[in-house]
């Protein structure tokens, strides 16, 4: 998918201009930017939830997004929610069972399929909205920081979870965080962005992601090198 030429404005404020970007079909890469940067509409123009200038090529037919703010729908359990997105590509109420129990289990929340998203945590309903962009068979997946406001265990384990689910069933992925080191951890290209989504670097780690340690001295480069771009 390549984005050509995007122009971008919320009337007099311009977010983004003349943006260019290439995304590698299968690798994930990293959107790593301050606040307000823009990071967020990119990911709205790839998914055309906002209108815009310029062009989409090679776009993806199938697009699962984690949102910033969690978006799970208050009126249906957990199972509902999974159920609802999957219902648009599989047809068979037995597979989809079948498929929904299994990504539960992965995100360890097998025992709160029949509880609505007021009762579960903010982490849970996390947990549940990357079942839910996992279960629907899309071609691209946009994370808008999915891992946010979790604990360091629970952030470990489910980024794990997120790699394991990845692996098995590769697909595009597009992911905004503020947070580096999940960046080095995950991401097969990191694009850094200052103001108005300017492009400042883009690194690419040829190291699978399965290897990775924070403590190798390839990932311990970049962040030196993705450090010294916010001085
Ligand atoms: N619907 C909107 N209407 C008006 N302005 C908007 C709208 N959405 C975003 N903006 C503005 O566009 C700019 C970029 O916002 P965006 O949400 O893309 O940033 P971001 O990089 O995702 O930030 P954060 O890291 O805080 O989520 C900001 O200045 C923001 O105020
Ligand atoms: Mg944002």
């Not at 999957?86 to 289990?105: C, P, T, V």
Request: glycine letters at 4%.
């Amino acid at each position: 998918m390549k984005l050509v030429n995007i122009n971008k404005s919320y009337g007099a404020l311009k977010v983004l201009e003349n943006f260019n970007m290439n995304f590698e079909e299968g690798e994930i890469t990293c959107l790593l930017g301050p606040s307000g940067c823009g990071k967020t509409t990119v990911l709205n123009v790839i998914s055309r939830l906002t209108d815009f200038e310029g062009e989409i090529k090679e776009p993806a037919d199938k697009i699962s997004y984690i949102f910033q703010t969690q978006r799970l729908l208050p009126n249906l359990t957990v199972y509902g929610n999974l159920d609802f997105v999957l219902q648009g590509a599989e047809k068979d109420k037995a597979i989809r069972r079948q498929k929904i129990y299994d990504i539960l289990s992965a995100v360890e929340l097998d025992s709160w399929k029949d509880a609505y998203p007021g009762q579960l945590s903010g982490g849970m309903a996390q947990r549940v909205a990357l079942a839910r962009a996992f279960v629907y068979p899309s071609t691209l997946l946009l994370m808008d920081e999915p891992f946010k406001e979790l604990d360091i265990s629970l952030k470990k384990r489910l980024v794990a979870v997120f790699l394991k689910l990845w692996a098995k069933d590769k697909r595009t992925v597009v992911f905004v965080t503020h947070d580096i080191d999940e960046a080095l951890l995950l991401a097969d290209n990191i694009t850094l962005l200052s103001h108005k989504a300017k492009i400042l670097h883009t690194h690419k780690i040829d190291l699978p992601q399965a290897q990775r340690q924070l403590s190798d001295d390839i990932l311990i480069t970049i962040r030196k090198d993705i450090y010294k771009n916010f001085d």
